[in-house]
């Protein structure tokens, strides 16, 4: 005598009856008003419901794929910001919004924190603003994979604010700086902490150390601001290690014996 043992639809119907087939296990497979019905001989019920079992919670505990992310947000919304950031440039606005909103380490320590934050979106001219725009949107790319696209600039213009305070504050002399390339670096930070590959120790050197060389690839360019290029490395790299503790429960390598 045979009985039922799952209705599911075609798609999965075929891999439990290739489950079922790779275990020996005999069963019939009737296709009836859009889905799958599988029977079993009664005696095989108990033992086809465990394979089954098995089979589901060993796919479950698969990691899941990472598919590539959609680009168009990422896109549009650096293209938005660029556009509206070109405007900063017109010669009756330019002078006025760098004395307003400029990095000024001697303003910023009598509280004017804002500065710390507003100093990201103003550039010297538009190459300087197209450079950081067409790097901080690859950057971006990839980290919205990780953490979906507004998660992903709340902790890019968190990296770039603390890391331009740290930039100004820990500094004795007085510093000017303006720029979106902060956000940047802390972006990098961010991606090296959030690698899929940090779970184990040859990973985390591996994106240290692509963080470190990146650094110093694009962080000591003429008239580079090598402290807030190194503090907003640092402060995302930081962030990232606690959005990866906290949201996705992954323990770096140092903590794990078995690592």
């Not at 005598?1 to 009737?30: C, T």
């Not at 006025?96 to 001219?125: C, E, M, N, P, Y």
């Not at 980290?143 to 100004?168: H, I, Q």
């Not at 402290?227 to 962030?239: M, N, P, R, T």
Request: aromatic share 16%; glycine share 8%.
């Amino acid at each position: 005598m045979v009985v039922s043992l799952v209705r599911i639809s075609p798609e999965k119907g075929w891999r439990y009856s290739l489950v079922l087939l790779a275990r020996d296990i005999p069963h019939q497979v009737i296709f009836k008003d859009g889905h799958l019905e599988i029977l079993v001989p009664e005696e095989f019920l108990a033992k086809a419901r465990e394979e089954l079992l098995a089979y589901e919670e060993e796919n479950h505990a698969k990691p899941p794929k990472i598919e590539s992310p959609p680009w168009e947000g990422v896109f549009w919304s650096f293209f938005l910001l660029t556009a509206l950031l070109s405007f900063t440039f017109a010669p009756a606005w330019h002078s006025r919004l760098l004395s307003l909103g400029a990095g000024d380490s001697a303003l910023i320590k009598q509280g004017q924190w804002w500065r710390v934050f507003t100093a990201l979106f103003l550039h010297q001219d538009p190459a300087h603003l197209l450079g950081n725009m067409f790097f901080g949107a690859l950057f971006m790319y990839f980290l919205r994979a990780r953490l979906g696209l507004l998660e992903a600039w709340v902790y890019t213009l968190l990296s770039g604010g603390l890391g331009n305070f740290l930039n100004f504050y820990l500094r004795s002399e007085p510093h000017l700086a303006i720029g979106f390339s902060t956000a940047v670096f802390g972006e990098l930070g961010l991606l090296a902490a959030l690698s899929p590959t940090l779970d184990r120790k040859k990973g985390f050197l591996l994106s240290t150390g692509f963080l470190l060389a990146f650094l110093s690839f694009l962080g000591v360019s003429k008239g580079a601001d090598l402290g807030a290029h190194l503090f907003g490395a640092l402060v995302g790299f930081v962030l990232g290690l606690l959005v990866r503790q906290i949201k996705f429960k992954s323990f770096l390598p140092f903590f794990d014996k078995n690592s």
